[in-house]
C-alpha cells in the first residue's frame, strides 16, 4: 500500500472507513504543517518545547504512534496553527485541533519511513496536492 492509499484510507476517502477522517482536514493539517516555520521540524520543536517531545518522535518511522489529544495540540502548537486549520476548514479551534491530533501523527509518520523528518517539502506538497486539489 503505497502514501497516498493508506493515508486515503485513514481519512475515510472511497468509502474505505478506517479512521472516520475527512480529507479536507488530512489536506488542511498537511497544509499547516508545510507553513509553519520550519516546516517538520519546526512542528517537533513545538512539540519537545511543550514536554511532548517524546510522543511527537514516535511519530517518526516505525512503530506506534503515540496519540496525542486536543488540548495537548493546542498547547503545543499555539492559536495561530489551530486557527489556520480551522479557518480553512471552517470549524472551531477546538475541532481543528481535533483533527490535527488525529492527523498529524498519521501524516508524520508517513513522511519519515526511515525514522528522520523529511527535509524537503516535495513529498508534503504532493500530499497537500492529493487531498486539496491545489498545487504549488
Known sequence: ???FDSL???AGVGGQGGGGGNPAAMGAVAQM?????GGVG???QKFEGSGLGG?????LGGGQNQPVSPDQVQGA????????????????????AGHIAQFLPMILDHLSPGGQAPAG???LQSLISHFTG???
Do not use: K, Y
Request: avoid cysteine.
Open 8 to 10: 486515503e484510507q485513514a
Open 55 to 59: 510522543v511527537a518522535q514516535s511519530w
Open 134 to 136: 491545489q498545487a504549488g
Open 42 to 44: 519546526g512542528i517537533l
Open 121 to 123: 517539502g516535495g513529498e
Open 77 to 96: 502548537l499555539g492559536p495561530d496553527a489551530v486557527g489556520q486549520v480551522a479557518g480553512q476548514l471552517g470549524v472551531t479551534p477546538d475541532q481543528a
Open 33 to 37: 504543517l508545510q507553513s509553519q516555520p
Open 1 to 3: 500500500m503505497g502514501l
